[in-house]
């Protein structure tokens, strides 16, 4: 139940195209679902993140679409660039008592041809 | 600094030594984790910090690996006895409310 599933693991795409990541969980609990960015020799960054209460978020090339009833919410990349080539994380936070939680996917790693 | 930092950036060491991998989180934020990341994988969590205590050290690996904090700033993980399969880059976070912020990570090979 505290799974965070991530698919695919790898991805390749043109330059121009959309890429899509996806992920799924199965606790309500989750309250807070971030995507995190890394690149080779670096720490993941925080991407872009949504709440439960809204069903999409764009920030410039990137939004993410939550389906709340389906437990899934996905990354889109749109005219996806060689500087997107990364590794994707998505995760699922809730708070645990006076704690909060965050719960990882695998990563989607991301090949963007030039 | 804005940012977290961790120390050493690389360290490479022989099978059966101690090291002792730093994290310098952004000041102000309460809660720091440890992850362990080998090679082409995932995000493996090791131990949280709230303040100074550490309510869920359920990630470390073995009683060889441990982790303290001070003065709710720097913490210290500990590898003692290192063994191959220890090799992997170690990433701290710090987090004030649901947004963790990484470091760059420490790149620990064991020969």
């Known amino acids: 139940q505290q799974q965070v599933k991530q698919s695919p693991q790898s991805l390749i795409v043109q330059k121009g195209g959309i890429s899509i990541i996806n992920c799924a969980y199965e606790?309500?609990?989750?309250?807070?679902f971030p995507w995190y960015q890394q690149f080779p020799g670096k720490g993941p960054a925080l991407l872009i993140a949504i709440r439960p209460d809204v069903s999409e978020k764009k920030e410039g090339r990137f939004t993410i679409s939550f389906n709340k009833s389906a437990k899934q919410f996905s990354l889109h990349i749109m005219d996806s660039q060689p500087g997107d080539s990364a590794t994707y994380f998505c995760a699922a936070s809730y708070r645990a008592g006076n704690n909060r939680k965050l719960i990882w996917g695998l990563g989607t790693s991301l090949a963007v041809n030039p | 600094g804005a940012g977290v930092s961790q120390s050493p950036s690389n360290k490479v060491t022989e099978k059966g030594k101690d090291v002792e991998l730093r994290c310098d989180p952004i000041?102000?934020?309460?809660?720091l984790y440890w992850y362990r990341q080998r090679l082409g994988q995932g995000l493996e969590f090791l131990i949280y910090f709230q303040g100074n205590s550490a309510p869920d050290k359920s990630g470390l690996p073995s009683d060889r690996f441990s982790a303290e904090r001070t003065g709710e700033s720097v913490s210290t993980l500990t590898i003692q006895r290192t063994q191959q399969e220890d090799s992997a880059v170690y990433l701290c976070?710090?987090?004030?409310?649901?947004?963790?912020?990484f470091g760059p990570g420490t790149r620990l090979l064991v020969l």
């Open positions: 606790n309500t609990a989750f309250d807070y």
């Open positions: 976070a710090s987090s004030n409310q649901e947004t963790q912020y």
């Open positions: 000041s102000g934020h309460t809660a």
